[in-house]
């Protein structure tokens, strides 16, 4: 650990100011909604200035390499080796960027953030921001058949880490700055604040029930009033206006969503093919890319309508200008470059090219239907506007996002119908073809399952002898029909489990068994037993199961409750457990574990120290289980009566099969401290000073 003598004086000065702020943010006493919606607005202006940043470098430098402005005009005037060095020059020094300074500059971005937010808890390194700020800008001006959309949703995102990371605030904040960095970089990029604050929600973060919608919605508004301020309040392409000339056109638009959706997958498919191609290169990254560029350029030569994000073309295609053949070559082309481009390790996003394939895929089908049909179709600039929704949202798997980017691209509503169905119908066809998005795919290839993890890691964390019910309706086989009706009826059970002479479980009885017979009670009450309406094989879990191996049986069985036996070589039986336990026990962990994130550690580190004022004197505090009260209960302790101290709650860890896992536990009377316990305790200063006098335990976990 380095002294202060041996820091650098600018290491000095952030460290400085950073107290310093803090110190006055505390001081000022906001409340947690009124310091995040201050923040949101922070990171939307920084996200906005990033965007901004990111087009007028991406202008200087295109001015640098071809000498003029950048469009098909100028393209065409440069002599052909140009074409062919300069994206080979602007590949090599992407790949030294990557090699040498930042990997995450590599690529599109998107599923490194989704990453960092999954494994990382939203912390995203701060030289991320300069690193594909100008790697991005520097590879697509140099011709590069790559978007900036993705770059400046990276850029944005890392933004809102950093700004989390500054003030220290906790996992679940930080998770939601990194989403208002993302919303304030689309929203920027696009001039669409909804889409922007969408695409957060519905791909970032992948979840429409997130508590914190608002400051991305923030953030999302102030990075549009900036991108307005700076580069002007217009829509990003020149759209056609809208006309559903017959309700014939919507089989038009079926088949285009198929078309849309087959598009994307192909587009998926070829970028990881040719991602695989480098990689088994096992060059170095610069080779990569200069390798890459070489491809580009010479594909350029003939399409210079592939080099950089190709916004000019879509123009072209919104206007009808570009259809036919030439368009539906160039579709494919597009796959092609990008995926060189993106393969080789060159930076930019996505977004921009599958605007381009649905554009042109658009004009293509448009072009047709209209040369066939031209009494009940609309021209082809419409097929391509409402194309370029559908590719989008089959390539990305996220509808919601590219219905709204394309509708604030218009304001007007008349799209909304065609557009819902191309939308719809190619990210069905997407999903079904390839499960997974262009971005969770790179994520699924290293292994990581961004959204499935919080659930299974709750679950396993908890064992069915946390939760079971030591009470069970038994019968014995040889049971009348009146003993059996007597014990379900006046039981909270919905099932009897029946046992043999040796207390074996040898089948079950529900209350589907009963109604099948009382019609007939009078008559078979005197006849049947137990064995004569029993169900077999009894479905059983051990009390040592976790509850997500639990919650797949209660799927698979469609089971209300099992019964829980004891393994100790006889099968002893313990009692039940019942489906709605289970997910009353994961909601539990769920608010416990949100407690502990929101109140025992975002405020906490905001406030520098292991307490969280409350109210007046009191204060909430996070401490180690002292070694006298370790393998004590609370009621042998006491400690509200002798430490004047409530106890919210106890954090545990635990080793499962090699992994670390956290348990949040509600203490009771009879809970028992243990050596690596964690407590959060409520009270006043003093009493906890108190408390603390007695060593800290060290926390190692606990083996299962």
């Not at 993705?150 to 990371?165: D, E, L, N, R």
């Not at 109140?599 to 289980?625: C, I, L, N, P």
């Not at 007695?694 to 299962?704: F, S």
Request: charged fraction near 20%.
């Amino acid at each position: 650990m380095p002294n202060a003598d041996s820091e650098s004086p600018l290491r000095r000065f952030y460290i400085t100011l950073n107290k310093r702020i803090l110190a006055s943010v505390d001081r000022a006493k906001m409340t947690e909604h009124s310091f995040v919606l201050v923040m949101a607005v922070i990171i939307g202006l920084l996200g906005g200035y990033g965007a901004v940043v990111i087009q007028f470098s991406i202008k200087e430098f295109q001015h640098l390499f071809w000498r003029g402005d950048f469009n098909l005009e100028t393209i065409e005037k440069i002599a052909w080796y140009w074409k062919i060095l300069i994206p080979l020059i602007g590949g090599t020094i992407v790949g030294l960027v990557i090699q040498f300074y930042s990997k995450e500059a590599k690529g599109h971005g998107v599923p490194e953030v989704m990453e960092a937010i999954a494994l990382r808890n939203g912390i995203i390194r701060v030289r991320v921001v300069i690193a594909k700020l100008f790697s991005s800008a520097l590879y697509i001006a140099a011709g590069g058949s790559v978007g900036r959309e993705g770059p400046v949703i990276q850029i944005g995102s890392a933004i809102g880490s950093t700004v989390g990371q500054f003030f220290k605030v906790s996992s679940k904040r930080m998770r939601t700055f990194v989403a208002c960095g993302a919303a304030s970089g689309i929203a920027a990029a696009f001039n669409a604040p909804v889409a922007g604050a969408l695409f957060a929600v519905e791909i970032i973060l992948g979840d429409f029930a997130v508590p914190q919608f608002s400051p991305i919605v923030i953030s999302s508004v102030t990075a549009t009033v900036v991108s307005r301020h700076f580069l002007g309040d217009f829509p990003a392409f020149v759209v056609p206006a809208y006309h559903l000339y017959s309700p014939l056109e919507l089989i038009n638009y079926l088949v285009l969503g198929v078309l849309a959706g087959v598009t994307a997958v192909v587009f998926i498919k070829v970028l990881y093919r040719l991602e695989d191609f480098f990689d088994e290169m096992k060059a170095p990254q610069y080779i990569q890319g200069a390798i890459g560029g070489l491809l580009i350029g010479v594909i350029g030569i003939k399409f210079p309508e592939l080099y950089g994000v190709g916004y000019d073309t879509i123009d072209m295609a919104l206007a009808g200008e570009l259809v036919g053949w030439v368009a539906f070559a160039l579709v494919g082309l597009k796959v092609l470059a990008t995926s060189v481009s993106l393969g080789s390790g060159g930076s930019g996003g996505i977004f921009a090219p599958s605007l381009f394939m649905g554009a042109l895929l658009g004009a293509f089908f448009g072009g047709v239907v209209h040369y066939w049909f031209p009494g009940w179709t609309a021209g082809p600039g419409a097929y391509a506007l409402v194309a370029m929704g559908g590719v989008v949202a089959a390539t990305t798997h996220g509808p919601i996002t590219a219905i709204l980017i394309i509708f604030e691209l218009t304001n007007d509503y008349k799209i909304i119908l065609p557009l819902m169905i191309v939308t719809i119908i190619a990210t069905l066809i997407s999903i079904r073809l390839q499960k997974e998005s262009i971005y969770t795919l790179k994520l699924v290839r290293r292994g990581i399952n961004i959204f499935g993890g919080r659930e299974l890691n709750v679950l396993r964390s908890l064992h069915v002898k946390d939760i079971v019910k030591q009470d069970i309706n038994l019968v014995h086989e040889n049971a009348p029909f009146t003993e059996v009706l007597e014990k379900i009826a006046n039981s909270p059970h919905n099932y009897a489990y029946m046992v043999n002479s040796e207390n074996d479980l040898t089948g079950y009885i529900s209350m589907h068994e009963i109604r099948q017979t009382i019609t007939e009670y009078e008559t078979l009450k005197h006849l049947l037993i137990a064995r004569d309406i029993a169900m077999p094989n009894v479905e059983v879990v051990r009390d040592s199961d976790n509850l997500d191996f639990v919650m797949k049986e209660f799927a698979r069985t469609g089971l209300e409750e099992m019964p829980v036996v004891i393994e100790n070589g006889e099968k002893n039986i313990l009692g039940t457990i019942w489906q709605r336990d289970v997910i009353n026990a994961y909601n539990q962990q769920i608010f416990l574990r949100d407690m502990s994130g929101e109140v025992a550690d975002s405020v906490r580190h905001v406030t520098q120290g292991k307490s969280v004022h409350v109210v007046d004197k009191y204060y909430f505090f996070e401490m180690d289980v002292p070694p006298p009260l370790v393998g004590k209960s609370l009621i042998e302790i006491d400690l509200r009566r002798r430490y004047n101290l409530e106890l919210v709650l106890i954090k545990r860890m635990r080793r499962i099969k090699g992994n670390v896992a956290t348990q949040y536990i509600h203490p009771h009377a009879q809970t028992h401290l243990k050596l690596n316990d964690v407590l959060l305790v409520f009270g006043l200063k003093k009493d906890a000073e108190g408390f603390k006098k007695l060593k800290p335990a060290t926390t190692q976990p606990e083996h299962d």
